[in-house]
């Protein structure tokens, strides 16, 4: 009796001793969920973990219940799921601020559906931007190498130089290019027109200057009963263009909007040409060269500039014209407060079209928006994008985008005439 009694209660330590084990390995392994029933794996799992677990599986594998297994299985392929996903973002770049060789507009989309397999919103939300920044470039850079060659090519083939806005174009679409293999296709090309450029500007300068000097002379030594002859003269301020007889009168018309801000970014809807103006002494002047638009279709008057957004997938801004928020964007809905719309439930409407979207419109609805200038008007809001379909936008290219983002500030109005 006594001998029966020890074999059962080593019989009944052994199987304590079993069912602690699969016990204990399964707690392991579902403690690297956020959540085990949807299979979402914590945002992140140490090395140490992933080895301490394998070293488990490795020796315990021939005392593990079918459960327990399961549960390893389940966290191996999703473990692996991540990093090669992971891994698949990392390999498009060439260093830190290039991608690689022969990367496509098909890998990009294959992978972007790829990404939408990881659960971890934290996760998902810094491989989408890894993503999109490489988009970003691959599509920057395809629009820089197309253009480039278009003007390249009829600069060799006819000899006619570029002109000054051309120039000023190849040079920003040159900044752009996030291609190791592209850039160098194009950096001697482009400083070949550009000293090109440069020696015919000189020139021209230089008989302008002398023309200029013998229409000074032969006004001196006019008759003074000789008829007086307007002179086209432009007037210059630090070497700005001031006024002209062919100038807009900006200051008339910026005068009359009530507008007397520092700086304006000038948008003539009729030539679908922006200038930013600059004001000086009472008076406003042009800043650098036109920048040539694609479309406008804001409203004219004055626009405030709400907020330069980039990468805004998460982002909102509020279309409800009685919220005491109206036009504020707001790059999660977590940092919107209690009181906003954006708090409210039902407001994750699919509309694409901010003008159709009450009372919140989401930038997730619009790829084309989520790189975007926010103008806030007293009852309408606007965007400043490089590509967009909706209504109350003014639309440029990448290079022109780039220019008017990076001279652009919050203080800056926007005045569409």
């Not at 004055?302 to 990468?311: H, K, L, P």
């Amino acid at each position: 009796m006594t001998l029966a009694s020890l074999v059962l209660a080593l019989f009944v330590a052994l199987l304590g001793s079993w069912g602690f084990l699969n016990y204990h390995f399964t707690s392991q392994v579902r403690g690297q969920y956020q959540s085990w029933d949807n299979r979402t794996l914590k945002t992140s799992v140490p090395a140490a973990t992933r080895s301490a677990l394998q070293d488990s599986q490795d020796r315990w594998e021939w005392a593990l219940t079918r459960n327990s297994q399961k549960a390893w299985e389940y966290f191996t392929a999703d473990w692996q799921a991540r990093a090669k996903r992971t891994a698949a973002v990392a390999a498009l770049y060439a260093g830190r601020d290039d991608y690689r060789d022969g990367v496509t507009t098909d890998q990009l989309h294959k992978l972007d559906q790829s990404l939408l397999q990881e659960k971890n919103q934290t996760v998902y939300q810094r491989q989408k931007n890894n993503l999109d920044t490489v988009q970003v470039w691959f599509q920057q850079t395809t629009d820089a190498d197309a253009f480039l060659q278009k003007l390249y090519s009829n600069y060799t083939a006819t000899k006619v130089l570029p002109n000054l806005q051309q120039m000023a174009q190849a040079k920003s679409y040159f900044s752009l290019i996030r291609n190791k293999t592209i850039k160098n296709k194009w950096t001697q090309p482009v400083a070949q027109m550009q000293s090109a450029f440069d020696k015919n500007t000189s020139a021209t300068k230089e008989a302008q200057q002398k023309a200029e000097q013998e229409t000074l002379d032969s006004l001196k030594n006019a008759p003074l009963t000789k008829g007086y002859i307007p002179a086209q003269v432009n007037i210059t301020e630090n070497g700005q263009t001031v006024a002209g007889s062919n100038e807009t009168d900006y200051d008339s018309i910026l005068s009359n909007a009530n507008v007397t801000a520092a700086n304006v970014l000038f948008v003539d809807q009729a030539t679908k040409t922006a200038h930013f103006l600059r004001r000086s002494a009472g008076h406003y002047s042009t800043s650098g060269d036109a920048l040539t638009l694609d479309a406008v279709t804001l409203a004219g008057g004055r626009y405030a500039v709400a907020a330069v957004i980039t990468n805004g997938a998460q982002g909102a801004v509020v279309t409800d014209t009685t919220a005491s928020d109206f036009g504020q964007y707001y790059a999660t809905p977590s940092a919107a407060p209690a009181s906003s719309p954006v708090q409210g439930s039902g407001n994750d409407n699919a509309t694409s079209d901010f003008n159709d979207a009450t009372p919140v419109f989401w930038l997730k609805n619009n790829t084309d928006l989520q790189n975007s200038v926010l103008l806030k008007g007293t009852s309408t809001i606007g965007f400043v994008s490089a590509g967009a379909s909706t209504l109350g936008n003014m639309i440029s290219g990448s290079a022109v985008y780039q220019t008017i983002v990076s001279r652009m500030t919050t203080a800056t109005v926007v005045y569409v005439y």
